[in-house]
């Protein structure tokens, strides 16, 4: 099992990036996607989530309003558009699978993770 992330990078405050995990279709079609983050120091933490049919969303509190998660099964990637960065948005950000059809928002509900991409808000 393998799960891609992509599309970090240093970015000024306010702007906007979209972040791409690319997954295996065998392992991931039939399950939830989820993101999280970890900054410098701190726990990781769930950001959004997307069922497997791509119906039903799940976003932590902070992200609702700037991030907006996204799956295309023709190319089996899941995607996490953030808009508006601010610089507590500093973190590795993380795509998961997880165990279940319908995304949760504990690290414990997913099996396979991915390394992981760098974003970089500067103020």
């Known amino acids: 099992v393998q799960l891609q992330a992509s599309g970090g990078g240093l970015v000024q405050a306010g702007g906007s990036l979209r972040l791409s995990c690319a997954a295996s279709?065998?392992?991931?079609?039939?399950?939830?996607m989820g993101w999280f983050r970890q900054a410098p120091g701190k726990e990781r933490e769930f950001v959004a989530a997307?069922?497997?049919?791509?119906?039903?969303?799940n976003y932590s509190e902070f992200a609702k309003g700037r991030f907006t998660i996204s799956r295309e099964y023709a190319k089996s990637t899941v995607s996490l558009q953030i808009d508006n960065l601010k610089p507590e948005d500093t973190a590795v950000y993380y795509c998961?699978?997880?165990?279940?059809?319908?995304?949760?928002?504990?690290?414990?509900?997913?099996?396979?993770w991915g390394r992981g991409t760098l974003v970089t808000v500067s103020s």
């Open positions: 998961a699978a997880s165990r279940y059809s319908v995304g949760g928002s504990s690290v414990s509900s997913y099996n396979y």
């Open positions: 279709r065998r392992t991931t079609s039939n399950n939830a």
């Open positions: 997307i069922d497997w049919k791509g119906d039903i969303t």
